[in-house]
T-cell receptor
């Protein structure tokens, strides 16, 4: 079945870059996603990438996609304390009828 | 505010009981998804409804059931509750049925504690 794997924790200092990695199994997805969950809240879409792209940049966020290795990464430049949250990688299931999420990477930013 | 409303926000009940969680999707959204979030399992997809019909099933237990009503709100019914059912249950909505670039809008969740 479909599976999305992420590392569970990342700790960085304010001002550093953060890189969160994800691997997925279903290679037929048209889009891959990053969602963010702040404490006590639901998930919010952070960014997404179309599967025929290698890279997408959006202000401080850079998404890299390696389709051959089924690897997705999210880089946050100049990480701020407000970026502390759980970040989820998401991929469609094979039927395209639901989003399957990784377990989430907890990003902790210290000042 | 995502526009998705979930009630109740918190629920404490005993093993063996039955509860109903309610979700109102964003105005105009036809799809409703239910997810269960726990520390050990992460965010697990349970079920997807589109315009009143079941579209996809994930890791939903037989003790759990859901439905989507004509006004598009959805309910998740959890019965014969066990300690391990304690979790945060999220509802999310989107405009379409499947495929394409589907942004999901999540509610704030219903936290269920089974004692």
């Amino acid at each position: 079945g479909e599976d999305v794997e992420q590392s569970l924790f990342l700790s960085v200092r304010e001002g550093d870059s953060s890189v969160i990695n994800c691997t997925y199994t279903d290679s037929s997805s048209t889009y891959l996603y990053w969602y963010k969950q702040e404490p006590g809240a639901g998930l919010q879409l952070l960014t997404y990438i179309f599967s025929n792209m290698d890279m997408k940049q959006d202000q401080r966020l850079t998404v890299l996609l390696n389709k051959k290795d089924k690897h997705l990464s999210l880089r946050i430049a100049d990480t701020q304390t407000g970026d502390s949250a759980i970040y989820f990688c998401a991929d469609h299931n094979q039927a395209g009828t639901a989003l399957i999420f990784g377990k989430g990477t907890t990003l902790s930013v210290s000042s | 505010d995502s526009g998705v409303t979930q009630t109740p926000k918190h629920l404490i009940t005993a093993t063996g009981q039955r509860v109903t969680l309610r979700c109102s999707p964003r105005s105009g959204d036809l799809s409703v998804y239910w997810y269960q979030q726990s520390l050990d399992q992460g965010l697990q997809f349970l079920i997807h409804y589109y315009n009143g019909e079941e579209r996809a099933k994930g890791n939903i237990l037989e003790r759990f059931s859901a439905q989507q009503f004509p006004d598009l709100h959805s309910e998740l019914n959890l019965s014969s509750l066990e300690l391990g059912d304690s979790a945060l249950y999220f509802c999310a909505s989107s405009g379409g049925a499947s495929g394409g670039n589907q942004e999901l809008f999540f509610g704030e969740g219903s936290r269920l504690t089974v004692l």
